[in-house]
C-alpha cells in the first residue's frame, strides 16, 4: 500500500510535573533512549527501533496531560498541500518554525473540534536505530533490552467533545480511515461513543472518545514485538512499582494485547501488540456500548470505571 500523504504517528509532548522522576522513569523503566534536551528544558526520546530523532518530548508543567500529537507526512510539498485543505476546510492552521524542537523541521498546527492540538511535520533528523545499514543484527544489543524497550510510538487516544466533527477532518481532508467504533448507549442520543482511525496498515494511529471536557489524554501507546514481551513489560512494571490500570489483557477492539499504566506524573501509558492489519477498503466494525466491556477487556468482560474516568 503506498503511503503519499500522512505516513504515521510522529511525537507526543507530554506534560510531566517532575521532570527528574519522570526522566528516570522513561529511561530506566520504559527503556526509551534519550536523545536530546533543549533549552526550554525539554527531554526527547525515541524508541530503540525508530530511525527519527524523537517520538516523545517531555515538559515540566504543573499539570499533567498532552501539549500536542503530531503526524508525519510525505514530503514538503504534502505539508504545504495539507496546511492549504485544512484552511479550505475552515480550520485556522499556526506554522510552527524548523527548529523549535530539536532536529524537526516546520510544523503546521491545528486544534481539533474536540480541543486538542494536532500538528503535521514533513523533516525530522534520521539518527538511526543503533544497528548497521549493511548486514545488520535484528537488535539493538544496547537498548533493546534495557526496560521494556518498545519498538515504536504506535498511537495516541484522547478524549473530548465533537468527536465526529475530529473524523469528518481526519477522513475528508487527512486521508484517514474509519476501523472501528463504538456506538451511544441505546435510549440516548445517537452517534459515536468512540473512534479509531488509520492512516495505513494498522489497527489505528488515533482514537478518540466523547468526554465532556476538551483535550483530555487517555494514552500514548509504544509497540511491543508479541504477547511475551508484553508480560515481560508487566514483569518490569511490577519490579519498579509502576501502578496498573488494567492489564496484561487483551482488547475485543482491535484484538490488541494491552497494559495500560501510569507513570509518575499520573499520564497513562499502553504497551501494546497484537491486532490486525486492515486496508482502506475496510468495513468498520461496530460495538454497542453495552458490549464495551469485552470490547476493552474480553477475558473479564468488563468495562474498568477507571479506563473512562481517570484522565490527564
Known amino acids: 500500500m503506498a503511503l503519499t500523504g500522512v505516513l504515521r504517528p510522529g511525537h507526543a509532548q507530554i506534560r510531566v510535573l517532575d521532570m527528574a522522576a519522570a526522566t528516570k522513569f522513561y529511561g530506566d523503566v520504559l527503556g526509551l533512549v534519550e536523545t536530546g534536551r533543549d533549552k526550554q528544558g525539554r527531554v526527547y526520546y525515541k524508541c530503540w527501533d525508530e530511525r527519527d530523532h524523537n517520538s516523545l518530548v517531555l515538559r515540566q508543567a504543573d499539570q499533567a496531560g498532552l501539549d500536542f500529537f503530531a503526524f508525519k507526512v510525505l514530503d514538503k510539498a504534502t505539508l504545504e498541500k495539507f496546511d492549504a485543505d485544512l484552511k479550505a476546510y475552515g480550520l485556522k492552521t499556526e506554522r510552527i518554525p524548523a527548529g523549535d524542537m530539536l532536529e524537526t ?3 503546521v498546527r491545528f486544534e481539533l473540534p474536540s480541543g486538542h492540538l494536532i500538528e503535521l511535520y514533513a523533516e525530522k533528523t534520521q539518527v538511526g536505530n543503533g544497528l548497521p545499514n549493511l548486514n545488520p543484527p535484528p537488535w539493538d544489543l544496547k537498548n533493546s533490552e534495557r526496560g521494556i524497550a ?3 510510538m504506535d498511537h495516541c487516544l484522547m478524549y473530548g467533545p465533537n468527536i465526529d466533527q475530529n473524523k469528518k477532518i ?10 472501528e467504533r463504538v456506538f451511544m448507549p441505546k435510549g440516548g442520543p445517537a452517534g459515536e461513543a468512540a473512534i479509531w482511525l488509520s492512516c495505513g496498515h494498522k489497527s489505528h494511529d488515533v ?9 483530555k489524554l487517555h494514552h500514548v501507546s509504544f509497540w511491543l514485538n508479541s504477547w511475551e514481551k508484553t508480560l515481560r513489560a508487566g514483569d518490569i512494571m511490577s519490579m519498579n512499582e509502576v501502578p496498573i490500570d488494567i492489564g496484561p489483557t487483551r482488547h475485543g477492539i482491535t484484538r490488541g494485547e494491552t497494559i495500560y499504566a501510569f507513570d509518575p506524573s499520573g499520564n497513562r501509558f499502553e504497551t501494546f501488540a497484537g ?3 486492515p486496508y482502506p477498503d475496510w468495513i468498520p466494525t461496530d460495538w454497542e456500548f453495552e458490549s464495551l466491556g469485552p470490547g476493552l477487556d474480553y477475558p473479564q468482560r468488563k468495562l474498568h470505571e477507571s479506563f473512562l474516568t481517570v484522565l490527564t
Open 105 to 107: 523541521g516546520e510544523r
Open 170 to 179: 481526519f477522513m475528508e481532508v487527512l486521508g484517514f480511515y474509519l476501523v
Open 150 to 152: 518498545p519498538v515504536r
Open 207 to 215: 482514537a478518540f472518545v466523547v468526554h465532556e471536557q476538551p483535550g
Open 275 to 277: 491486532g490486525y492489519q
